[in-house]
């Protein structure tokens, strides 16, 4: 059992849910990547998704493409996020999931790219424009290397693909909530609940909500249908201005003792 | 018997294509595929895009002898085929008229569209208004200065045109907008792409729209000479004119197929569009293809004086095309197309449009090498008249320098 794994296994024993941040490597200078991280982690992360900067984000919303540009100004590459990645593996013990598109992969070398972040000790990874149709390109040898490739599921994907897709993965499924891209909505319609139990008949894997969510009313309005949220703009949002005080509050929200209130 | 069968069903021209793209895009890129591959078989369908193009675009459009062409080039005879004589003055209309149909019949009726120079969104939405279909286009910021006269046009057409500031804010970023929109929006519209690139169905979607280019040039071209050329030149931003010129002469292996892109201050500087002479293989807007990028895989922006060729990318099958060796691909410089879009103007009483001039810059040298007994096709893909004032500034400007 890899380590994503295991941390919806102990989630699920306590009956709690996911709280996943997102955050871009390199807004802010990478120097400041690894103590974000154990920041995340104190704040209570299940596990961390850390996005690497690209120029062309066609899935992305305004902030996190302007936190893209800010990274890349700094000089971020995916070579130095890996760097930066595999120093803070001996101080950050949540998993971390690359969530990057396909052409800096492509671009590094594949076989390279999978090698070097398994010895960052990177538990999984988001491929935002590589839909099943076309993951022979790397799933298997991620999956050689023990490492999780986190599938998507949206509103308009078909139930039969939905079964197929969920089957294919061992650690959750990025369900998306919305028809659009990253960034933060004020509500949901309906046919996101109705979707959700859509996706948790078919799927045999957990159940994790994104894409535009970003505030407290919603993670309570989504998590009796799922099992965690993944929160990336709102976020970035916070960490792009230092609100630490913020971060922390904002991320007690799935904690049990705040349930208890 | 047909040899050349490309794409395969993922839409692969060898290792390059394909459908890479956010899977909120996948059930309509499926669907996509599916109703064009039905409308395909239907000839009730291709009559009816038969029936436009016959009446409403012009076609077919002439194949036309550059006398005074060939004898400045002095060696193989010229031929021009006039895509700048159909209606809205561009090889774009081929394509939309077909796409705009098929969303029709898939009960889509709200359009969405990128623009470079503005000729695919002028040919959109002049489809748009004809079809009754609700239109929105993108364009960056910096092509909407340089295309005023377009932006305008498509205004008049009645259809919505978003500046883009993003990025380079040229056609890239209107590419990743549009898709953005589509994202959103995708239930009830169409992306109306304008080149052979994007994801599969796309690239061979587009390409059989604007094969009617080579299938008229190849037809023509025979009742006029009894034979066939020796050579064909296209320009190529996204390629889709090349491959409407090509995709006839692929299996004709005399014929040798010369696609020019666009060098801009020159393929040795960083200013250029030369995706294939200086790229390398990556992933972009749906398809693997050769891309300007640095080496972290970031999307070079790229340069040319020529809207409708500054993309970093270029349709899978040319790639393919390139590694093959079926095809050759070469470069003209800003300068270069500059000097051939007065050239033609005076000469043959035709202004090209910039994009086109790179072709006939390139047909140029070429026929000075070949023989007399030997025939170019140029295909001039666009007119100039939305390149005038642009021009006239940029000569002011030198002449002012000097």
Redesign the interface.
């Known amino acids: 059992m890899n380590r994503i794994e295991q941390s919806f296994r102990a989630l699920k024993d306590q009956d709690r849910k996911a709280f996943i941040p997102y955050i871009m490597a390199g807004d802010g200078g990478l120097n400041v990547l690894a103590e974000r991280l154990i920041t995340l982690e104190k704040f209570g992360a299940t596990l961390i998704e850390v996005g690497v900067p690209f120029s062309d984000p066609v899935a992305d919303g305004p902030t996190i493409q302007q936190a893209g540009i800010r990274a890349l100004q700094n000089g971020t590459t995916l070579r130095k996020i890996i760097a930066e990645l595999t120093k803070a593996s001996e101080v950050v013990s949540i998993p971390i999931v690359l969530m990057t598109y396909l052409n800096p992969v492509y671009s590094y070398g594949i076989s390279t790219f999978v090698q070097d972040i398994a010895n960052a000790g990177v538990d999984g990874c988001i491929i935002p424009d590589l839909p099943i149709e076309e993951e022979d390109l790397l799933a298997k040898e991620l999956q050689d290397m023990g490492i999780e490739l986190i599938r998507l599921v949206t509103l308009t994907s078909p139930k039969e693909r939905i079964k197929e897709i969920s089957s294919r993965g061992r650690g959750f499924l990025y369900t998306v909530t919305v028809k659009g891209i990253t960034g933060t909505r004020n509500e949901f319609d309906q046919e996101v609940v109705e979707f959700f139990k859509k996706v948790k008949e078919v799927s045999p894997i957990p159940v994790v909500a994104g894409f535009g969510i970003s505030n407290e009313k919603q993670i309570n309005e989504l998590v009796p249908h799922c099992d965690g949220v993944i929160v990336g703009s709102k976020i970035v949002d916070l960490l792009h201005k230092n609100d630490l005080n913020g971060l922390e509050s904002f991320m007690s929200v799935l904690k049990p003792e705040k349930n208890l209130r | 018997m047909k040899s050349y069968i490309l794409p395969n069903e993922?839409g692969q021209f060898g290792i390059y294509g394909?459908?890479?793209?956010?899977?909120?895009?996948?059930?309509?890129v499926l669907e996509l595929d599916e109703a064009y591959q039905i409308a395909k078989e239907d000839p009730s369908f291709q009559a009816e895009i038969d029936g436009y193009l016959t009446e409403y675009v012009g076609r077919e459009t002439p194949l036309y002898y550059a006398k005074n062409l060939t004898k400045y080039a002095g060696g193989a005879q010229i031929y021009l085929k006039r895509e700048d004589l159909n209606h809205t003055g561009a090889h774009k209309i081929n394509n939309a008229i077909g796409q705009a149909l098929l969303a029709v019949r898939m009960g889509k009726r709200k359009i969405v569209a990128e623009t470079g120079a503005g000729q695919h969104g002028v040919a959109t939405a002049t489809v748009c208004a004809l079809l009754n279909l609700e239109c929105i286009i993108f364009m960056g910021e910096e092509d909407i200065k340089r295309q005023a006269l377009n932006v305008f046009r498509m205004e008049l057409l009645g259809a919505k045109v978003v500046s883009v500031t993003?990025?380079s804010s040229t056609l890239?970023?209107a590419v990743?907008e549009a898709?953005?929109y589509w994202?959103?929006?995708?239930?009830d519209t169409h992306y109306l792409l304008g080149s052979v690139m994007g994801p599969h169905p796309f690239p061979v979607m587009v390409r059989d729209f604007q094969s009617v280019i080579g299938k008229e040039t190849k037809k023509q071209f025979f009742a006029q000479e009894g034979k066939l050329p020796e050579a064909v030149v296209a320009c190529i931003g996204g390629g889709s004119n090349a491959i409407g010129m090509f995709h006839s002469f692929i299996e004709d292996k005399k014929v040798n197929l010369y696609g020019v892109e666009a060098a801009g201050q020159g393929t040795e500087t960083d200013f250029h569009a030369a995706s294939l002479t200086k790229g390398?293989?990556?992933?972009?807007?749906?398809a693997?293809m050769y891309?300007l990028?640095d080496?972290?895989?970031?999307?070079i922006e790229a340069h040319s004086v020529s809207a409708g060729l500054d993309y970093p990318g270029v349709g899978p099958e040319h790639c393919y095309l390139k590694d093959s060796g079926r095809a050759q691909y070469h470069s003209i410089t800003d300068k270069e197309a500059l000097d051939a879009f007065q050239l033609l103007s005076k000469l043959e009483g035709i202004i090209p449009a910039l994009e086109s001039a790179h072709a006939i810059s390139f047909a140029v040298k070429l026929a000075a090498k070949m023989k007399e007994t030997e025939h170019i096709v140029v295909c001039l893909s666009g007119r100039g008249d939305k390149d005038v004032t642009a021009v006239k500034e940029r000569l002011e400007r030198e002449s002012h320098n000097e």
């Open positions: 993922k394909g459908r890479f793209v956010p899977e909120t895009l996948m059930k309509a993003s990025g890239k970023d990743n898709l953005r994202v959103e929006h995708v239930e390398k293989p990556g992933v972009l807007h749906g693997l891309l990028q080496e972290d895989g970031q999307i």
